[in-house]
């Protein structure tokens, strides 16, 4: 199989590119993550919200493998993950690498490729053709050979997200990529995830604001420790979800009132 | 009697490029390639801010040898190298077990095994002191005036010097070998463990090969520098570096420059002091290290103070 379409053309039940069944992470005996379920559609951006410490984050990382499951699978295109790892493509949080570290732009973005370079091999002249496409994607080809330390926050995130693009993956999860970065590029940003859905990729985008959200995403998962909802935007994004979701917190209840008037008019 | 001997170009400068080369020159060459090992070694150890690691490593070294001697009643270098090595990663093991079953932090966890083990290798030593004929000055300072009067190594009719300078020749060249071969994994395990991960790197047997490698380095060492010095040796080529370029190759580069330029200040050094030539390389290397951080041009602050004194 070479993407999702690949499979349906094939005949068959189509494997969804995420299955969750009964997952649990516990950290220290407590657990961050109750027994998540779910089947995510092919082809959708799908934005993961919750209040701070509802497990988004652990979410992914479980999702991934990196960190160990007390209970519970995780499956990606019909294959355990670790088996798919080549289609999943992960954009963590900027604050967890060092940015002083003595790399250039291109280095970084080339990292994106090593999963396919191979043992005992350096990246070809066809990865980093890819990698200065990439760039070119996310408008910071001019900065290829820069030192990483000198880019502003959200110059760092487009780095990463040309790092995702360079796995050329089937399946993405994206760590708040929208984290510190300016009005204009969180807009770039959110047109090329829009274009790689449209190119049948599936996205899960870990985002912080709530507002926002409703606009950027086809499906949520709404997440505090269980999940509380995971649907189409517009079935899910109410109220009474929300509440549950982020508990009685009034400013941001107030906030989602508006959003969903406004929504109304 | 004079603190300092007095000084003469020709006997400080001149002498220990010819008459003096076989026993300073053999000395310099081991600081360097001592330094060079150490240096690759540490610039990963410093971009994983796992500096202290190396003290810890070179701590247990007592330990590894109290223990090689006890079990085998042997003072051949084998023995003592296997035991070295053996305590040194298990220092490492140690500390990965602390830090995963406890609430103890890593440094705090390197903190315990290493001086832990470096006091159980000194009461071994007092304890077994009539059985553990054990000079514990030579491990901690090393004894390179004395590999110049080793017996040299000869292949077929070919003398290729004295066995440690071999040892650390040998493993010099398989370092830059096994840097060549997992240069890109070791980048991205230091740069984005998750990343790695999910690419599915083995992230943690690069680690374990990194302390597998840093102890080797630290064994092959401090019969030379012994063990307190090389920790010297671990981190100031690599810092040094780091000022001066913020490129990883150069850095790499840089750092041989480094071990070099300590080799040679050192050698110097101790023959106008008439001091340990280890000691004085670590001397010289912390003075390398000072004038980069003054004068580098990026980073320094001398050309910074100028830059801004421009502006002004």
Redesign the interface.
Known sequence: MSGPEAGSTSGGPVAPPLEIHDLTVAYRDKPVLWGVDLEAPAGKLIGIVGPNGAGKSTLI?AC???LPCASGWVKAFGHPV?ES??R?G?V?QRE???WD????VM??VL??R??R?G??R??SAEDRRIARDCLDQVQMLPFADR?I?NLSGGQQQRVFLA?ALA?ESDLYFMDEPFAGVDAATEASIIALLQGLRDRGKTLFVVHHDLPTARDYFDWLLLLNLRVVAFGPTAEVFTPDLLQKTYGGRLTLLSEVAEAVRAKAR | MTLVPDFSVQRVFVDPWTTGIDSHGMMALVTFLVGCTCGLVGNFLI?RRMALMGDAISHSVLPGIAVAFLLTGSRGIGAMVLGAFVAAFATHLLVEGITRYSRVRPDAAIGIAFSTLFALGVVLVAVFADRVDLDQDCVLNGELPMIPLEPPVHLGSLSLGPPPLVRLAGLLVASVLLLA?FY??L??T???P????????PVSAVHHGLMLWLALAVVASFEAVGAILVIALLILPGATA?IL????VP?LVLGVVHAALSAIGGMHLSVALDCSPAGASVVAGGAWFTLAWLFSPTAGWVPRWWRSRGAA
Do not use: N
């Open positions: 990382k991934m493998g990196l670790s790892l080549g999943i992960y963590p967890s690498v060092d570290f003595p790399v250039s280095d970084v990292m994106g090593y999963g370079v043992l005992f350096r990246p030192q330390s790092r796995q | 971009l071969l890109k994994e980048l991205l230091s740069f984005d998750g990343l790695a991960a999910a690419l599915g790197l780091a370029t913020e490129r990883m850095r």
